[in-house]
Every structure is written in structure tokens, then in C-alpha cells.
T-cell receptor, first 112, second 113 residues
Framework: QQQVKQSPQSLIVQKGGISIINCAYENTAFDYFPWYQQFPGKGPALLIAIRPDVSEKKEGRFTISFNKSAKQFSLHIMDSQPGDSATYFCAATPGGTDKLIFGTGTRLQVFP | DAGVIQSPRHEVTEMGQEVTLRCKPISGHDYLFWYRQTMMRGLELLIYFNNNVPIDDSGMPEDRFSAKMPNASFSTLKIQPSEPRDSAVYFC???????????FGPGTRLTVL
């Protein structure tokens, strides 16, 4: 019940295209859903986050879509750029805790 | 601020040796987290502290692992004795308050031969 399942494992997108990464969870007690971006040799960094009372959140080219009934959430990167090439992790926080349960990660490569 | 500081950045040791990883959180942050990252298991939370007190250590793999936070500006993760399966990148992260953004350090790459 504490897992977050992420797909795809890897993604190749052409510059200017849309990158979509999906995550699903089973524990309905999760109440905070951040996405982290990690470049090689660096620690993860928060990209964008959403709470379950909102169905969508947009920050620049990055959008989180959240489907509470389906227990799924996704990251959309519009107009993908080579600089977006990184590994992306979805995560979720169980209610009443401060923990982050991470998905398995998606390696995104954006080619010019 | 310099961000979360971890040392050493790389550690190579032999099986059976004691390893100590160090972390300095961002000043003023009340929460400190230790994670382990491997290809097989991804990013796993090992333990986290609030105001220097361990809150949840359910992710600590076994008794060989221990973590301390003697004051607000320093934490250690110790592995004794180390084993090859402990080879991983260990991250420390801190956050200002509950449910706030976690800021990760650059990590310590541990190799146990």
C-alpha cells in the first residue's frame, strides 16, 4: 500500500515535443504529490507539487494532472528541451507523516 | 545559503570497515532526511529527524545502520560493519517545516569492496 508505481522507465522525445510520465498509487491516505528532477551526479530537486484537492497545476512548461478517483497523477512537459534531459521521480506523502515515497524514476532524453 | 552539505562525496572502503557519512542541513531547517539510492531499489527513505529527534527509522535496513543528530547543524549516518550490498549513493535532505520542500545534498557515493 506504500508503493508508487511509475512509468515509463525511460522516454525519448524530440525537441519541442510533449513528455508524459505517469504514476499510480494504492494508498488513499497519500495527500501530497511532488515531482523531483535529478541530473547526473546531483541530488533530486523539487520541480512541482500538487495536493489532492486540485486536479491540475501548471508552472511554466510543467503541468501535473491529478485523478483522485483513479489514484493516478502525471507530469506533462510541454515544448520539451534538451536541457530537460534528466531523471524524473514522482513521490507521495502518506497522510499524517512527513515521509516521501518515491516512484522508480523515468529517464527522459530530449534530442534536438 | 550553501545548501545541504554532505561529506565525503566519495567513499571507498573494504567489507567489514566502519563508514560514517556526514550531513549539514540548511540553517534553520527543522527536518532532516537520509535516503539511499540504488539502481535496484531506487530512492529509499532510511530515517528522518524533526528538531534533532528521530521520528521514523523504519527504513533503516538493519542494525548495522545507525543515525544521529547531535545538534541542529549536523547529522551522521554510520554503517558498521559495512557490506558490499551497502554500495549506493546516500543523500541527506532538509526541509524548513512540515510538508515543506525537501532540499537534497549532492550525495555520498559509497563503494564497499
Amino acid at each position: 500500500q506504500q508503493q508508487v508505481k511509475q512509468s515509463p522507465q525511460s522516454l525519448i522525445v524530440q525537441k519541442g515535443g510533449i513528455s508524459i510520465i505517469n504514476c499510480a498509487y494504492e494508498n488513499t491516505a497519500f495527500d501530497y504529490f511532488p515531482w523531483y528532477q535529478q541530473f547526473p551526479g546531483k541530488g533530486p530537486a523539487l520541480l512541482i507539487a500538487i495536493r489532492p484537492d486540485v486536479s491540475e497545476k501548471k508552472e511554466g512548461r510543467f503541468t501535473i494532472s491529478f485523478n483522485k478517483s483513479a489514484k493516478q497523477f502525471s507530469l506533462h512537459i510541454m515544448d520539451s528541451q534538451p536541457g530537460d534531459s534528466a531523471t524524473y521521480f514522482c513521490a507521495a506523502t502518506p497522510g499524517g507523516t512527513d515521509k516521501l515515497i518515491f516512484g522508480t524514476g523515468t529517464r527522459l532524453q530530449v534530442f534536438p | 545559503d550553501a545548501g545541504v552539505i554532505q561529506s565525503p562525496r566519495h567513499e571507498v572502503t573494504e567489507m567489514g570497515q566502519e563508514v560514517t557519512l556526514r550531513c549539514k542541513p540548511i540553517s534553520g531547517h527543522d527536518y532532516l532526511f537520509w535516503y539511499r539510492q540504488t539502481m535496484m531499489r531506487g530512492l529509499e527513505l532510511l530515517i528522518y529527524f524533526n528538531n534533532n529527534v528521530p521520528i521514523d527509522d523504519s527504513g533503516m535496513p538493519e542494525d548495522r545502520f545507525s543515525a544521529k543528530m547531535p545538534n541542529a547543524s549536523f547529522s551522521t549516518l554510520k554503517i558498521q560493519p559495512s557490506e558490499p550490498r551497502d554500495s549506493a549513493v546516500y543523500f541527506c535532505a532538509s526541509s524548513l517545516s512540515r510538508r515543506d520542500t525537501q532540499y537534497f545534498g549532492p550525495g555520498t557515493r559509497l563503494t564497499v569492496l
